[in-house]
């Protein structure tokens, strides 16, 4: 081995005599060694690389599908109207409509893209430039003075990213909204965002924005309008056109406009004109808060016609908001200012129309006090409201309202009923009068007549689902059913023996209006004679001129009808129609407590009459069938049936050899 130089002088004279050979040597490893360095350079950057990479991107989620985006990230809301589009009610927030770039006016979607991305149709979902500029103000100031989103990256972080303000969060904004920029043109990106952009005062997108604040559609929006909601998707809660948010908005209004000159969108002269305009608010909507027992049983019924709908929906209902409310505030006033004495605190009520429509439901005397829906959900006995359905069978098996029965003593094993005239009773009676009189001993005979099981089998037909067990003080109503399903039966005298199906949605969309449920029409079961649908409309109608319903009155229109009291006056019905719209009332207390000796020809009929006069008008006269005509009998006249009804049972029932021995006797 050589031996170092020890001075400079000796190096370079052990340097002059190194062979070539020596020097290519050195060089390759000098090569060499430099070459490790650089790859293991590039191994660090690139090690460093992936790290920050994998730090940015880890668990970027995909890009949803275009259809998924309209419906991510959406709170639960349903938007309620009436048969005419009027908004009753929004639970959740608001959606409003869907709303397409071409059916809105030019300076609509310009005022946007001035307020919000003025390169919106140059970049490619993320502007560099804007990036850069922002990241120099930024350092500049010390502290955070600029933003750079697009219109695309708020897109990309309201409906697919969370809210974390983070280096790896932006990154991700980024780069899914260069990938939404591949899959969706610009006008459906723009469109995208004004239709899921948030409005303040709970409105999200467009259709809602100008319902809520103008109470008119997109499409009719003006230049100074459309530059005055574009300034809150900035701050939509500092900038709230409702309350003190108006004065800020008007502020930034000027930016907007002056942005739009810019971009040539617009003039000078426009743009003051827009500036100087004074914009009319619409008043902020006030729902009734009494609808509730409307909207929490339309919602039950929704989940049940569509399981799994999305997010947002337009449900289309059949009440009919003047009546509602007017039937409302006058039961709440009956009930407040009679309730007292009479010891009853709740009432329940329900309109339904011909063809089944739900045009009026009240659920309680004051929804905000008690939610708990007495229409509906409430199972209460109904005592002789329930009769209708015994006789209903006792004709169906070959009974005559002027038959004979008799009001006597009687008994089914240890159950005897009682008259409500305890003690009294009134001998032979026709099937009629007996039910205009609502004798329970006959309407007990007439039970047992035709079984337990062809009365609940005939109130199955009629609509009534409740439990029903096969017991003789069925026929009496002592078994426990909803108004809704008493109201609903009484449907079918109505109808001439057509089962009444009531509904409360007429239709159900998205609002994108997407159609998901219509009711369909269809003709309804036949499931009473129409012969004995008329007779028991005759005979329900008698119940109003001269028996227990006369409280019942409806000036200038023919309705038969029914009441009801169960044990203790705990419960007091009146069900009844005319032939446009069946209604029942329900009066009681919700701790099942006694009222003091309230029947359902008293106070419950005085409702339902209040109820049916609302109802009806404008409405045009149609006579009932089987009912019309129908006179006050004198006592005399139906004894005088009665006797000869009697007569003529004995004679049939003895053979014609018997009848001949007699006579010639």
Do not use: C
């Amino acid at each position: 081995m050589a031996k170092r130089p020890k001075t400079a002088a000796a190096a370079n004279r052990q340097a002059a005599t190194t062979t070539p050979a020596e020097k290519a040597l050195l060089k390759r490893r000098v090569r060499k060694y430099v070459a490790y360095g650089v790859v293991a350079l590039i191994a660090l950057g690139a090690g460093w690389g992936a790290m920050v990479y994998n730090r940015l991107y880890a668990g970027i989620p995909d890009l949803p599908e275009t259809a998924e985006l309209w419906e991510s990230g959406r709170e639960s809301s349903i938007e309620f109207l009436d048969l005419e589009g009027n908004v009753l009610s929004i639970r959740g927030p608001r959606y409003g409509r869907a709303v397409y770039i071409e059916e809105l006016p030019a300076h609509v979607s310009q005022a946007f893209i001035a307020a919000e991305d003025k390169r919106f149709y140059e970049h490619d979902g993320a502007d560099t430039q804007a990036m850069a500029r922002a990241a120099w103000s930024n350092f500049s100031s010390g502290r955070t003075v600029s933003g750079a989103s697009t219109i695309t990256q708020q897109l990309v972080k309201n409906l697919i990213l969370d809210s974390r303000q983070t280096l790896s969060r932006k990154a991700q904004e980024v780069r899914l909204a260069r990938q939404l920029e591949e899959r969706l043109t610009k006008a459906e990106i723009l469109e995208l965002y004004l239709n899921r952009v948030y409005f303040g005062a709970r409105a999200y997108g467009l259709g809602a924005a100008t319902e809520v604040y103008f109470d008119k559609p997109p499409a009719e929006l003006t230049l100074a309008e459309s530059s005055l909601l574009a300034t809150l998707p900035k701050a939509p809660s500092r900038l709230a056109l409702t309350g003190e948010g108006l004065a800020q908005a008007k502020n930034r209004q000027a930016y907007v406009l002056s942005e739009m000159v810019d971009a040539g969108f617009i003039t000078q002269e426009e743009a003051d004109a827009a500036r100087e305009e004074e914009v009319i608010l619409a008043e902020q909507e006030d729902y009734d808060p009494q609808l509730g027992y409307v909207l929490d049983h339309a919602t039950e019924t929704l989940r049940t016609t569509i399981p799994g709908a999305p997010g947002d929906l337009v449900v289309t209902l059949t009440i009919d908001p003047e009546k509602q409310a007017a039937v409302q505030a006058a039961l709440a006033a009956r009930i407040a200012e009679d309730g007292p004495q009479l010891q009853a605190s709740q009432v329940g009520a329900i309109v339904m129309a011909a063809n089944g429509a739900v045009i009026a439901m009240v659920g309680g005397a004051d929804y905000e006090v008690s939610p708990f829906n007495r229409a509906t959900q409430a199972k209460r006995q109904p005592g002789s409201a329930f009769k209708p359905f015994v006789y209903a069978a006792a004709l169906q098996s070959g009974l005559d309202p002027y038959d004979v029965r008799f009001d006597e003593p009687y008994s089914v094993g240890d159950w005897t009923p009682q008259n409500y005239t305890k003690g009294a009773y009134l001998g032979p009676v026709t099937v009629s009068e007996s039910l205009a009189k609502s004798l329970n001993t006959v309407a007990a005979q007439l039970g047992q007549e035709v079984t337990e099981d062809q009365i609940i089998a005939a109130a199955r037909r009629f609509g009534i689902m409740s439990d029903m067990r096969p017991l003789p003080s069925i026929a009496l109503g002592s078994q426990e059913v909803t108004l809704w399903e008493l109201t609903r039966a009484y449907g079918a005298f109505m109808l001439q023996g057509k089962r009444l199906d009531p509904y409360l949605i007429a239709r159900i969309e998205t609002s994108r209006g997407d159609l998901l449920y219509e009711r369909p029409e269809y003709e309804p079961a036949q499931v009473l004679n129409a012969q004995d649908a008329r007779d028991m409309n005759a005979m329900l109608a008698r119940v109003i001129v001269e028996g227990t319903g006369t409280a019942a009155k409806l000036p200038g229109w023919t309705i038969a009808g029914k009441t009801g009291t169960s044990q203790d006056w705990r419960d007091a019905w009146f069900i009844g129609y005319s032939s446009s719209y069946v209604a029942g009332v329900w009066v009681g207390n919700d701790d099942d407590t006694a009222m003091k000796e309230v029947t359902g020809g008293g106070f419950p009929a005085s409702l339902w009459s209040d109820v049916m006069i609302l109802t009806h008008e404008g409405e045009r006269r149609r006579g009932l069938a089987g009912a019309e005509g129908i006179g006050k009998l004198s006592d005399e006249a139906e004894r005088r049936i009665a006797y000869y009804r009697t007569l003529s049972s004995a004679f049939r029932d003895i053979g014609p050899s018997q009848y001949a021995s007699t006579a010639r006797e």
